[in-house]
């Protein structure tokens, strides 16, 4: 029984040993300052900084056609090329009926869409943004009167 014990003592420490020389191994060619962390990383890992969508739409709009805009950026850049920037746009109390508008881009990380109002009211919009690996969903709330 004691020769099974040491056995498996002896299996056991060759087993840790073995596991030790593949995590050096692995860590061949970088300097580690601590557990895992290398000094090759970057300093700030691009997709923790937050995308920012700014809607750009009044407070008080006309019925009839109106442009309704969104300034998306990345770390105060702006974003050409965002996987997806969809407005949802409906009147309140009325989500169930919204519309969904896939935007455009224009300029200066601005996308747009031309919606008509055909009613006055209160109405919400969502502006949908998907880009940097970050789905960001900004709410405005605006007034619509007769012209």
């Known amino acids: 029984m004691k020769n099974i014990i040491t056995l498996l003592l002896i299996g056991l420490m060759i087993f840790l040993v073995a596991c030790g020389d593949e995590e050096q191994e692995s860590n061949n060619g ?28 009044d407070d008080e709009i006309e ?20 996987e997806e920037v969809m407005f949802e746009v409906w009147e309140k109390d009325h989500k169930d009926d919204s519309d969904m508008v896939e935007a455009t881009y224009t300029e200066d990380g601005i996308y747009e869409i031309t919606y008509n109002f055909e009613e006055e009211g209160t109405y919400e919009m969502y502006a949908h943004v998907t880009a940097k690996s970050q789905h960001v969903m900004p709410k405005h709330v605006f007034e619509v009167n007769a012209n």
């Open 63 to 82: 019925t009839g056609e109106q442009t309704l805009q969104a300034r998306v950026t990345h770390n105060e850049e702006p974003i050409a090329e965002a």
């Open 30 to 57: 970088e300097e580690s300052n601590h557990e895992g962390h290398s000094d090759t990383q970057e300093d700030e890992d691009e997709s923790l900084i937050p995308v920012i969508v700014e809607i750009l739409v």
